[in-house]
């Protein structure tokens, strides 16, 4: 199979997007397939390969509101002509907003099979970043785009059912994976706990990206609880408003490697309060370190966080219930090691291998689809 990826992020923008497509193309590799990668360009470079495959970069600026994503300058027709020049079975179109629209267009004008990945909640940034009268003018334009597509594939059962009830079309589900290996609670420091809690204290811990769209400020409400001290692993934008809003918490930036599991696996217990997660790929990695999950009720984390099990799920907007779900995890060391046990329990399954050979399924399918479509026109 030869895969083509239109994808709105690369490397060296670290995020769910480019996480998963990188993974992706691990995968491919492994199996033995072909692919190329159709990205945007940005200041720090793109690699010219990755997992051997080719990455074609193109012409972009930055989005004001939206650093992370890049906003496409290139062309429909140069797009098309990468595509051509590739011969691929299927495009995916990886969370596809401006280069993803030339995409799926090109994708169209050469006869090509497409899945495209809804993966960023990019109407409600609009909002979150003070554009609100851009909303349903994203939704429409993102409507119109993933319409287009043979196959469009929701990271959960909630986003889902969202796009469908926004008017999208042939809409599945297609979860993430998690490295179990990478992300243990073997990985668990107990030195560099002891380091951030010298007294014994709960070490409670977010990892992420400091935006404002993942409301890190809202960990404020917890500062006062005794007994305890806070961890915030990430970098970004709204680094220096978030450590005005938690003046107490220890700041570790953003780590890499081995360096990032040592310090998830090394906190008690994770809390994550933004409320746009299409899928919560964080929670996943804290779950995998043994940690039990406390997150909104909303979006990704509905289908990662079973409570009363691995955590708990609080009403979106209610901090003192957020605050109350803490307590009593920071009260209960058994009840702690319990949760965390499931959480550990239930993601072991959830491999990469497992949820890449799903999506090339997904890719058979739309193959097959587009043949179909093909010999009815014919």
């Known amino acids: 199979m030869r895969v083509a990826f239109v994808t709105e992020s690369f490397l060296p923008s670290v995020n769910g997007v480019t996480n998963s497509v990188l993974r992706v193309l691990e995968h491919l590799r492994r199996t033995g397939n072909e692919a190329m990668v159709i990205a945007p360009n940005h200041p720090g470079g793109l690699p010219e390969t990755y997992a051997g495959f080719p990455i074609v970069p193109t012409a972009s600026v930055t989005l004001p509101w939206y650093p ?8 429909t027709a140069q797009v098309e002509k990468h595509l051509a020049e590739f011969g691929p079975d299927v495009v995916h179109l990886a969370a596809p907003v401006v280069l993803g629209s030339k995409g799926i267009l090109a994708a169209a004008e050469l006869g090509l099979p497409s899945v495209a990945l809804y993966q960023t909640e990019v109407p409600q940034y609009a909002v979150q970043y003070g554009y609100a009268a851009a909303e349903p003018l994203v939704w ?12 469009n594939l929701a990271p959960s059962s909630y986003t889902r059912d969202q796009l469908i009830e926004q008017g999208f079309s042939r809409v599945g589900v297609w ?3 998690v490295d179990v ?6 990985k668990r420091d107990q030195a560099l706990h002891d380091s951030w809690a010298p007294n014994g204290e709960v070490v409670i811990g977010y990892m992420g ?16 609880i005794p007994g305890t001290r806070m961890v915030i692993i990430g970098d970004g934008p709204a680094r220096a408003e978030v450590e005005g809003q938690l003046p107490h918490a220890i700041f570790v930036g953003m780590r890499r490697g081995d360096d990032l599991p040592r310090h998830l696996a090394s906190v008690d217990l994770f809390v994550h309060p933004g409320e746009l997660e299409t899928f919560g790929q964080a929670i996943q990695e804290a779950q995998a370190c043994g940690l039990p999950t406390i997150a909104p009720r909303r979006g990704g984390p509905i289908d990662l966080v ?3 099990h691995n955590g708990w799920l609080y009403t979106p907007g209610d901090l003192s219930m957020m605050r109350q779900y803490v307590v009593d995890l920071v009260g209960d060391g058994y009840k702690r090691a319990a949760f ?3 959480a550990r329990v239930r993601v072991e399954d959830r491999t990469w291998p497992k949820l890449c050979d799903e999506l ?9 689809l587009g043949a179909s479509v093909g010999a009815r026109i014919a």
């Open 68 to 75: 992370d994503m890049r906003l496409s300058a290139t062309l």
């Open 140 to 151: 429409h334009h993102l409507r119109k785009l993933h319409n287009m597509a043979t196959i």
């Open 175 to 177: 979860g993430r994976g």
């Open 181 to 186: 290996e990478r992300f243990s609670p073997s």
């Open 209 to 224: 990206r400091l935006g404002s769209e993942k409301q890190v400020g809202d960990l404020a409400v917890l500062s006062n």
């Open 306 to 308: 079973a409570p009363s």
């Open 340 to 342: 965390g046990h499931t």
């Open 360 to 368: 090339i399924g997904h890719y058979e399918t739309a193959i097959e």
